[in-house]
RNA sequence: GGGUGGUUAGCUCAGCUGGUAGAGCGCUACGUUUACACCGUAGAUGUCGCAGGUUCGAACCCUGCACCACCCACCA
């Protein structure tokens, strides 16, 4: 691409504030209609620089946590860049699976149309539609944050390439037996009719009875009556002495659902202080109950359908309120309640409609992480990963070291869907007693495929059917550090991975950065990343999370409008801590602008100094590397020499917070107002030379973090003929 | 219940491996001087959460406690 010339005019003297809105846009246009934020603008440089962007979520723009990110990493990139590395910095956006699809629902209601008007594919194409629209408005703001990521490379996670790639990922698992299917206990919503994640979940404080109900010779308290024919066993605490005596036993009960005998067994999740002391194991519907059945395998029976009626004996078709009600009447009528008691308690409900979840049991895709999950504790360990900060290293490593078979199937339609194809399909049916199968329609062929295939290979039969689900979200974007680079084949691939740097929220550092280490271990066999930056969370004035129901979320687009993006991007990371929350508000804002005010009219009273030289005073100062003459109580060329070398060890650690408040205040004090008040004392050439030579100093380094007013104030050193430079902007300088 | 972080000026926070408490905002007074009132100069303001301990010396190290925030587990 050929370069094109900007002009940014000269700096307009009579203004005494700094235009913000005015240059940014300016200075923005210039970065943008050039291909600096291209690694290939310096094809020969060697040593690279990588970050794979977190993609942020395509259903709604961006919020302030993500801009705050992304300043931190464009930082990063453009220290690196001046530091002489080939730089890229790779943009996308997550499709988000059941988040955006919640959000698109909503978004249709509006409309007057619900999910099950629509066919599946007439869905996927509204919400995809829908998702550009904001990835729009969200590349927008990247751009206007003055993120330097080349934009001609962004990936969205649904793109066919990109789910391609994840499906390869999927099969060459399934090959390898890493893949299995069974059965587990869901979060299922009877209203809306579909899975839940915990996420998408919440818990409602509830009141309700406590029936004390006899099993026999024993009582047991519970708030669920109606699943007691779903019962495979009773529980104690192993360390209750009361019930001792009957563990390894079994016992008899004749109850509303006939006569059953059941096992005692011993679990330590049993709270020997609630109710009597004793639980009813129920694996069918209960999370808990499912756990404990696990692990003594009990087997597991269900009673409840996914309507949210009961499947059992007289009480088949009944709503699960109903059933309850009618089991509770049958049960006094055996005389079988000893009492019953007012409770509140916690409910798991719909965030959506807060209808309550019914835990019910379904066949689930799941991937074995175990062994990988050694792997990459080796690596950790190894410090191939390093963590910022560093104490939360162990807390990655203890969650890796106690990970679960991570169940990677949903049952939702925004996604990717899962390449497995049946021969002649399968349904799922509840046997007479209990038990959850799946029945294959067909010769019982399951095919991993990422085209469909056209007949069965081992019947030859044409009917061949797809399943249903579609992969958990983090499965796609845990393979983010190779499918944004194209895939493992690809150029990109090959020069830039692994990445050096994945900054991301310490709430997702093991739903994804845990996760990511291990897919990305598994399918490259090298780490993704070499640092693992981990952020805060950005509060309000009072210290409160920014939640759009508390309303006091902080618009982006109107602090930039109000103090300018330099301001901003300060505001962001001036004295933050990796994992440390930070608060943000206007009048904190202001003082960065403030601080932006200063930069201007420092550089605004140099220019003034410089006005009146002709060519041979320009040429003297341009050759200036270094010399210093000017009297002051400051020792500038001490105390620059001390700013860089902090500034380059502060960066090495990832201390960026500490960098941009260390420049800030010696830029301030230091310089302004010493070093450039004794300055006005000395109106030799040589000190002029000096006074460019220190400021041209700063600017550098200050860039990073305020790329704005530095490449205005370069383009502005070069126009006026006191630097000696080659390139374009100043984020091809050295530091 | 388990874990992590925080507690320093009225507010927001710095304070690196122990050696006389710092910055910004706010406040008070003064000031239009070769840039800047979105400014400068000068100033007031602190039992460094509480209680012990180690040390010649502790905001910093150790022990215990309190309060705040967050994370994980549980709520039959």
Redesign the pocket.
Known sequence: MKSMKINFGKMNFED???NFKFFEEKILNFWLSNNFYSPEYKNDRKETFCITLPPPNANSPLHLGTMSGNTVQDILGRYNRMLGKKVLLVPGKDHAAIQTEVIFEKHLLKEGIRKRDLTREDFLSRCFDFCMTNANIARDQEKKIGLSADFTREKFTLDKSLTNVVYETFIQMYKDGLIHRDKRIINWCPRCETALSDIDTE?KEEK?I?YYIKYGDLV?????PETKMADSAI?INPKDKRYKHLLGKTIHIESVEGERTLPVIADY???????T????VTPGH???DF?IGERHNLPIISVIDMNGRSTFGKYKGMKIRKAREEIVKDLYKLDLIEKQEDIV???QVCERCKSTIEPLISYQWFLRTKDLAKKSIEKIELQEIKIYPQ?QEK?LIRWLENIEDWCISRQQWWGQRIPIYYCGGKETIVDNNGDIQEKMLGCGEIIASITPPKTCPKCKSNKIIQDEDIFDTWFSSCQWPYTALGGVNSEDFKMFYPANVMETGR?ILFFWVARMIILNIYKTENIPFRNVYLHGLILDRE?K?QSKSRGNGIDPSSMIDQFGTDALRLALVS?I?PD????LYN??IQ?F??????IY??S??IF??MQDLDEKDREFIRENTGKYCIKSKVNIQKELLDLKHMTHSNFKSFDIG?TA?NLQ?FY??TY???Y??DA??D?SIEAKAELIYTFYTLIKLMHPFVPFITELIFQNLKEENLIKTKEESIMYETV
């Open positions: 005494k504030a700094y818990y309700g406590l047991i308290a519970t708030t669920r529980a999740l049993v709270d020997k202080d609630f109710g002391g004793i639980l009813k209960s999370k808990d756990v308690h916690n409910v104490r807390n709430d210290g999370k004295g801590a440390q929350d930070t608060k009048e904190k003082g602008r403030n601080f932006i005010n200063k009219n420092s605004r009273f003034l100094q500490i408040h205040n301030h004090h302004c107002d010493s450039l008040e006005k004392n109106k």
